[in-house]
T-cell receptor
Framework: AAGVIQSPRHLIKEKRETATLKCYPI?????VYWYQQGPGQDPQFLIS???????DKGSIPDRFSAQQFSDYHSELNMSSLELGDSALYFC???????????FGPGTRLTVT | AQKITQTQPGMFVQEKEAVTLDCTYD???????LFWYKQPSSGEMIFLIY??????QNATEGRYSLNFQKARKSANLVISASQLGDSAMYFC???????????????FGKGTHLIIQP
């Protein structure tokens, strides 16, 4: 079965640089979620989109922005990167309304 | 205040034994959903089981069952006949409103690191 696709899988950036993470949801899933998981931490919800509109907002820094496109893929844009942004970034998708969120493999971002 | 509390940072269990992972939650919303996810060392997050606040029966999915005690605000995960491949981090999570559906994000607990010993 098709799963959530995230690219890139690994990314290394320097402080103050920008990064763009991409997420391709499972086909026919119209809702996308972004989570950030720091080393040894639990996942923290950042933001979600339903039908290309922002649905819920969590602890997303102002330096980050995201959007969902007409083909339902989503991008998380991160600017002025800080060392503390180093984390595993998950995208999840679900059909609306649905209970389960299916997670992608994650993008591991390292900021040096 | 913590919305999801997992009091067992780590557990060691013998293979083939049953395992109970504790989870308590805090919400004033009468409508919510509770979730368990497994995160192996490889890093992916695997959905295991869901329980809605209005569900009358405890959820079950294969070897996983959720012991839902609403009055105690408890949602423990039970794994029957544990296997070596069950070794992983386990997260309890909650979503408030819409019986746990909708497009809102999940709030996770700190997790329990389960190690199954042969």
């Amino acid at each position: 079965a098709a799963g959530v696709i995230q690219s890139p899988r690994h990314l290394i950036k320097e402080k103050r640089e920008t990064a763009t993470l991409k997420c391709y949801p499972i086909p026919r899933h119209d809702t996308v979620y972004w989570y950030q998981q720091g080393p040894g931490q639990d996942p923290q919800f950042l933001i979600s989109f339903y039908e290309k509109m922002q649905s819920d907002k969590g602890s997303i820094p102002d330096r980050f922005s995201a959007q969902q496109f007409s083909d339902y893929h989503s991008e998380l844009n991160m600017s002025s990167l800080e060392l503390g942004d180093s984390a595993l970034y998950f995208c999840a998708s679900s059909p609306f309304p649905s209970h389960e969120q299916y997670f992608g493999p994650g993008t591991r971002l390292t900021v040096t | 205040a913590q919305k999801i509390t997992q009091t067992q940072p780590g557990m060691f269990v013998q293979e083939k034994e049953a395992v109970t992972l504790d989870c308590t939650y805090d919400t004033s919303d009468p409508s919510y959903g509770l979730f368990w996810y497994k995160q192996p060392s490889s890093g992916e997050m695997i959905f295991l089981i869901y329980q809605g606040s209005y569900d009358q029966q405890n959820a079950t999915e294969g070897r996983y069952s959720l012991n839902f005690q609403k009055a105690r605000k408890s949602a423990n995960l039970v794994i029957s006949a544990s296997q070596l491949g069950d070794s992983a981090m386990y997260f309890c999570a909650m979503r408030e409103g819409d019986s746990g559906g909708g497009a809102d994000g999940l709030t996770f607990g700190k997790g329990t690191h389960l190690i199954i010993q042969p």
